[in-house]
């Protein structure tokens, strides 16, 4: 089942603070001799991401609703636009979200560990 990111959130995350990461499926075996081998274990390479995002305070209750329920607490991925390309890409939490109350009582920073699964 596609789950998409909710059109009651922000629909692209902040660059200012967005940290992605190629990550590698490599394996590294030793050998009798000479240097350890290595090789590609899948096409397929996650990509750890972390970004933010500022929301209110209702948005924020919401999305803490739409990860427990519509996620399954995590278990499943969802589609969102990455703010680097601006297409829309599969991701996964890594964490729970987690926010920061702002100067202002009824704004959140909200961060996100994410994978981009594509």
């Known amino acids: 089942m596609a789950v998409f990111w909710p059109a009651y959130l922000p629909q692209v995350p902040q660059l200012a603070g967005y940290q992605a990461q190629v990550g590698m499926s490599v394996m590294t075996s030793e ?3 000479g240097p350890p ?6 096409d397929f390479t996650p990509h750890p991401t972390t970004f933010q995002m ?11 609703g739409w990860f427990r329920y519509s996620l399954a607490n995590g278990a499943l991925s ?3 636009t990455d703010p680097l390309d601006g ?23 909200v961060t996100l560990n994410v994978i981009r699964m594509d």
Not at 54 to 64: A, D, E, R
Not at 87 to 109: E, I, R, Y
């Open 31 to 33: 050998t009798d001799r």
């Open 37 to 42: 081998k290595r090789r590609s274990l899948t």
């Open 54 to 64: 500022v929301m209110t305070q209702h948005q924020w209750n919401s999305l803490i």
């Open 78 to 80: 969802f589609f969102l």
């Open 87 to 109: 297409l829309l890409h599969t991701f996964c939490f890594v964490d729970g979200p987690s926010g920061t109350p702002d100067d202002d009582p009824t704004v959140v920073k």
